[in-house]
Structures are given as C-alpha cells and as structure tokens.
C-alpha cells in the first residue's frame, strides 16, 4: 500500500525550513527518502532503519517513528539546490529493496 | 555505486505496436528492478528482473504486457507490448548493489509516447 506524503506541494524563500512526512498504514521495515529534479532520475538521499533513527544529509535530515509508522524529512535553511519532488519509498519487511514509494512532494525555493 | 545506461532514452510509437526498452549497468547488481513514472506522478514498481528466471510482477502489471529479460547480473529488457496512449509514461530501470536494503541507483529514464 502506497505511502501518504504530506504536503503536496511547498514553496520557500532561501534560508527557511520545511518539514515532509511520510506515513504508512503498516508497520515499516524501512524508510528510503529520495529527490528527483525535473527531467533527470530520482537521487538517494538517505535510509532509516530503525525506529527513531535520524539521518542527515548536509542540512537534509529525516526521522523514523516506527510507532507512529512515519517518517519525516527535514530541510533546513534550504538552498536553491533543494528545490525538486521529494519521494519516501518504503518496505514492511526485508525485501531486498523493493520499494513502494509515495506521491512525493514537490518543493519549489525562491531566491 | 552503479552508472546505469538505457535506451532509448525517448520514443514516440504506434498504438498496437511494442518497444524493447534496454537497460545497462556498469557492474554486476544483485537487484534489478522496472519503475513506471506517469507525468508529474510517483513511481510505480512494474516489476522485480530475475537473473536467469522469470520476472517478479507486482499486482496490477502481468508478463504478456511487460516480459522482461534478464540475462546477467548487468543488464535487462523491459518490452512494453500492444502499446496504447495510456503506456505513454517514464519507464525507469533502477538497480540495488547489495542483497539486502540500500540505496538505489535509477537509470535516466525512457519517456514512451503513444499515439
């Protein structure tokens, strides 16, 4: 069952934060977060495994609530860089990577 | 890391017709997989390519539509059959290099238009 990414869509001025948020209706085994920019292949940006892990990626950093069944990616002081559609892909075992992934999240950062 | 090719990267077909979609990876990988992406939507798994076996099809998508070959650890077919304007998408191949789970590496994508 698809993921539930929420917003949809998010528009931010240089230097402010954003928050997403991933939520399945299943206990997950993992939480993948990736980034597509338009036009090009969706880039992995970081895995969480365990409940209450958190990861970072530069100033990108992701929670795992594995009670709530959730996960949330944190964009902090974002970057014209960041700008793109926001993915959480997600597995409710170990299966080899086979994800299903979310709606995404489209985020536009204006100067 | 994996560099992956595929081919072609677009086309505009035929309805009725079908299209061999190619996909090359500059190493060996254990998982190979085919992602559907329609315009401004998510990715959808279409299914899991088996080295030396039969593809793994997620519901929804069935192997006379999409047969898939995967004849080693570096490269796959992905054939789009009978072909109508709702194909009309991003085909992605997307690989993972270890057995359990990890980053994926995504190809660029193959956008098919169906007329």
């Known amino acids: 069952q698809q993921p539930v990414q929420s917003p949809q869509a998010v528009i931010l001025r240089e230097g402010e934060d954003a928050v997403i948020n991933c939520s399945s209706s299943?206990?997950?085994?993992?939480v993948h977060w990736y980034r597509q920019k338009h036009g090009e292949a969706p880039v992995f940006l970081m895995i969480l495994l365990k409940g209450g892990e958190q990861k970072g990626h530069d100033k990108i950093s992701a929670s795992f609530n594995e009670k709530k069944q959730q996960s949330s990616l944190y964009l902090t002081a974002s970057q014209l860089s960041y700008s793109g559609t926001y993915f959480c892909g997600t597995e409710i075992r170990a299966a080899g990577n086979k994800l299903t992934f979310g709606g995404g999240t489209r985020v536009l950062v204006k100067p | 890391s994996a560099v992956i090719s595929q081919k072609p990267s677009r086309d505009i077909c035929q309805r009725g017709t079908s299209l061999t979609i190619q996909c090359q990876v500059d190493s060996q990988v254990t998982m190979m997989f085919w992602y559907r992406q329609q315009p401004g939507q998510s990715l959808t798994l279409i299914a899991t390519a088996n080295q030396g076996s039969e593809a793994t099809y997620e519901s929804g998508f069935v192997i006379d539509k999409f047969p898939i070959s995967r004849p080693n650890l570096t490269f796959s077919t992905l054939t789009v059959s009978n072909m109508s304007p709702e194909d009309s998408s991003i085909y992605l191949c997307?690989?993972?290099?270890?057995?359990?789970?990890?980053?994926?590496?995504f190809g660029e994508g193959s956008r098919l238009t169906v007329l």
């Open positions: 997307s690989v993972g290099t270890g057995p359990t789970t990890g980053e994926l590496f």
């Open positions: 299943k206990a997950l085994y993992s």
